[in-house]
């Protein structure tokens, strides 16, 4: 009797064994879910991919914005070279100037040889020969009482020349910077293809007579015209072209142009 029980023992546990085997590989897999619920794996994929997209556009506006910081310098830089130019010419033209006899104050002559009117010539130059006393006045006084060297009659001087340029016509201030010896013109002297310039038709020789509605008569003011409103805001610039006046338009902003100031013969 007691030989039997490991018998029983023997033969329950091999079938209790077998028992789970079978249940255990006649289970059905887990049906996959079809309710469209998100899974805790596809929520965190949307939000890593909602999270760089939003870095992307961050990124893109980074650059967008360091682009425009660029291209802002460039102008500044491009500026202070005219400037630079300016003045190197400047003081070229005052070296020059020691071994030869000085400008006239009004040169009538180069006025009528433009076929300007000669009432026109004679009002204008009455202005300009007072205008020039005054500064002298000014100077002597400036040096008698011990500030002709400094600013302070640098600023004066040229609050007096800005007052007398606002006082006047723009057609009667070209005039006046031809007749006093000064650049009264902006020449286009090369084009990049691919520029705004380039675009509208601008080529070297021509000379800008206005930017935006305002005219320009040497390349600082024409830097300056260039860096104020909206860029890319379409202004029209006129153009003097082998003694014909046309328009063009191009977007605010940097022209794609070299140029420099010079003289010519003013327009009647």
């Known amino acids: 009797m007691t030989r039997a029980i490991p018998l029983v023992t023997a033969f329950l546990s091999g079938g209790l064994i077998a028992?789970?085997?079978?249940?255990?590989?006649?289970?059905?897999?887990?049906?996959?879910?079809?309710?469209?619920?998100?899974?805790?794996d596809t929520e965190?994929?949307?939000r890593d991919t909602a999270a760089a997209s939003d870095s992307s556009r961050q990124l893109q506006r980074t650059l967008t914005q360091q682009q425009q910081i660029i291209a802002a310098l460039e102008q500044e830089v491009a500026w202070l070279n005219a400037?630079?130019?300016?003045?190197?010419?400047?003081?070229?033209?005052?070296?020059?100037?020691?071994?030869?006899p000085r400008q006239k104050w009004f040169d009538e002559a180069a006025l009528q040889e433009a076929d300007?009117?000669?009432a026109?010539?004679?009002?204008?130059?009455?202005e300009v020969e007072a205008l020039e006393l005054d500064k002298l006045t000014l100077r002597n006084r400036a040096q008698r009482e011990g500030w002709g060297r400094t600013s302070k009659l640098r600023r004066q001087l040229r609050?007096?020349?800005?007052?007398?340029?606002?006082?006047?016509?723009?057609?009667?201030?070209?005039?006046?910077?031809?007749?006093?010896?000064?650049?009264?013109?902006?020449?286009?002297?090369?084009?990049?293809?691919?520029?705004?310039?380039?675009?509208?038709?601008i080529r070297p020789g021509d000379h800008i007579l206005s930017y935006a509605g305002k005219p320009v008569f040497d390349r600082t003011a024409l830097?300056?015209?260039t860096t104020?409103?909206?860029?890319?805001?379409?202004?029209?610039?006129?153009?003097?072209?082998?003694?014909?006046?046309?328009?063009?338009?191009?977007?605010?902003?940097?022209?794609?142009?070299r140029f420099r100031s010079t003289r010519a013969m003013p327009r009647q």
């Not at 650049?183 to 520029?195: F, G, K, Y």
């Open 159 to 201: 609050a007096m020349d800005e007052a007398f340029a606002e006082r006047l016509a723009p057609t009667e201030y070209d005039r006046y910077l031809y007749a006093t010896g000064h650049h009264n013109r902006v020449e286009v002297t090369d084009v990049l293809a691919q520029s705004p310039a380039g675009s509208a038709g």
């Open 223 to 225: 830097y300056r015209r």
């Open 44 to 46: 965190k994929t949307a």
């Open 83 to 100: 400037i630079v130019a300016d003045l190197k010419q400047g003081a070229a033209e005052v070296r020059r100037s020691v071994d030869t």
């Open 116 to 118: 300007i009117p000669a």
């Open 228 to 257: 104020k409103g909206t860029p890319g805001e379409m202004v029209p610039v006129r153009l003097q072209r082998d003694g014909e006046v046309i328009t063009v338009y191009i977007p605010r902003g940097s022209m794609g142009i």
């Open 120 to 126: 026109d010539i004679a009002t204008l130059k009455q």
């Open 19 to 40: 028992g789970v085997t079978v249940a255990v590989l006649t289970q059905h897999p887990p049906e996959p879910d079809d309710s469209g619920a998100p899974t805790p």
